[in-house]
């Protein structure tokens, strides 16, 4: 199965049957550093995880994989297949973050992964950890959860230089046998956003919303404008709500015409929200919002915006789930001038690890590391970027991670 990689001898596989993971007590769960400070921010979380896993009667055997530079160095590519194949026969992956050229170079990584792999959902949560400076009076009121499309819109990728052969040729047919002009001088690029890419993703939000117990799901779209792609997200996403979870959905027109505004016990109200309204309401009305689902561009947006609200990309989780499949990573970048200085903030990665472990169904384990990171934080160990704002006692990022875990023995 692999060119240059040796599986671990301990441990089982996850498997997948009838939709549902059967997670084993030592599950095999491949890893990469990846570029930056995923060298430090990984092993640090790792140690947190393996603590954790210890508490409640579980094991972790990792699988070192690679992406990125190391990948590069070892294969002559920076995804190679083996990586692939590793989180597909073992399918769930911790990763690092991974860097991407701005303008020139190759395409992003994070991007190609989702779309080999067809990680459709990128999910983030966002919540407030006490102890965290934000910018908003009153930050505990954030707790939702973001299921960003991850296949299609602008990550389709669909996009032609300026002057090229087929801009040219895109720009001839749309004036020739539309009538749209468009200057010649002009990139092209082409938004896809399928029905099938559209009810996969609000389905999973919805059972996401069933299962954890929230009281909405919002379609977020630019409709008012693009109506056959952004429109057609919030129709599509209604439909599912509506042909495949009549029982337990109500719209807010429902809630409002139906139940005078009271929403009924175990009931989840479907409503949507123009993308450029939304923005405000997250700030203004953060706990009006319980899962909130988007096309790509939309929610790349929305969600680093959603973390400035609780403090930053620096502690803010992330994942991309497909069916079956999973691989969980912080949000925020590389960070290449702060590498291997054992100086970053590794919340981002733990975070990341406890969605994981939410995900495997180890929700205590989840539970114990949120509370554990939060009380270090209150506690004031914490490493030079909230170290600057709130002061305290600085440590290193291999340090936070041993306070951490030290605060886990206590729970």
């Not at 929403?263 to 706990?287: C, H, T, W, Y």
């Not at 114990?368 to 209150?378: F, W």
Request: hydrophobic letters at 40%.
């Amino acid at each position: 199965m692999f060119q240059k990689l040796k599986k671990p001898e301990e441990g089982e596989k996850i498997e997948y049957k009838n939709g549902k993971l059967l997670v084993p007590d030592d599950p095999i769960i491949p890893f990469f550093k990846g570029d930056g400070i995923g060298h430090d921010v990984v092993p640090a979380a790792i140690s947190v995880l393996d603590k954790t896993a210890e508490l409640i009667g579980k094991k972790v055997v990792w699988f070192e994989i690679y992406a990125g530079e190391e990948a590069y160095k070892l294969y002559g590519n920076y995804l190679p297949e083996d990586t692939l194949n590793a989180i597909r026969e073992f399918r769930v992956a911790l990763k690092g973050p991974l860097t991407t050229p701005v303008s020139g170079g190759y395409r992003s990584l994070n991007v190609t992964l989702r779309q080999v792999l067809d990680l459709y959902a990128n999910v983030r949560p966002v919540y407030y950890i006490k102890g965290v400076p934000t910018p908003v009076k009153e930050p505990e009121k954030v707790n939702f959860v973001i299921f960003r499309e991850s296949t299609e819109d602008v990550y389709a990728g669909i996009e032609w230089q300026k002057g090229s052969k087929e801009a040219m040729k895109f720009i001839e047919i749309l004036e020739r046998d539309f009538g749209i002009k468009i200057r010649k001088d002009s990139g092209i690029g082409v938004k896809p956003i399928s029905e099938f890419a559209t009810k996969r993703l609000v389905r999973l939000a919805i059972r996401y919303a069933i299962e954890n117990k929230r009281r909405s799901v919002t379609l977020v779209h630019k409709g008012n404008i693009m109506k056959f792609t952004e429109g057609a997200f919030r129709d599509w996403g209604y439909e599912v709500a509506k042909n495949e979870f009549g029982e337990i959905c109500i719209t807010e027109e429902e809630l409002i015409d139906k139940f005078n505004g009271k929403q009924p016990e175990g009931k989840i109200v479907v409503k949507d929200r123009i993308a450029d309204n939304m923005f405000q309401q997250i700030i203004l009305r953060s706990e009006e919002y319980d899962v909130i689902a988007l096309p790509n561009l939309n929610g790349d947006y929305l969600s680093d915006a959603a973390a400035a609200l609780v403090g930053g990309l620096g502690i803010a989780p992330g994942s991309d789930i497909g069916d079956g499949i999973a691989v969980f990573e912080p949000i925020h970048g590389s960070a290449p001038k702060y590498a291997k200085q054992n100086k970053v903030n590794p919340t981002a990665e733990i975070l990341s690890g406890a969605l994981m472990f939410e995900y495997l169904g180890w929700k205590k384990a989840s539970e114990m590391i949120k509370k554990a990171v939060e009380i270090t934080i209150q506690e004031g160990i914490v490493t030079y970027d909230l170290h600057r704002q709130i002061g305290g006692k600085l440590v290193g990022t291999k340090e936070f991670a041993e306070a951490v875990i030290a605060n886990l023995e206590t729970l």
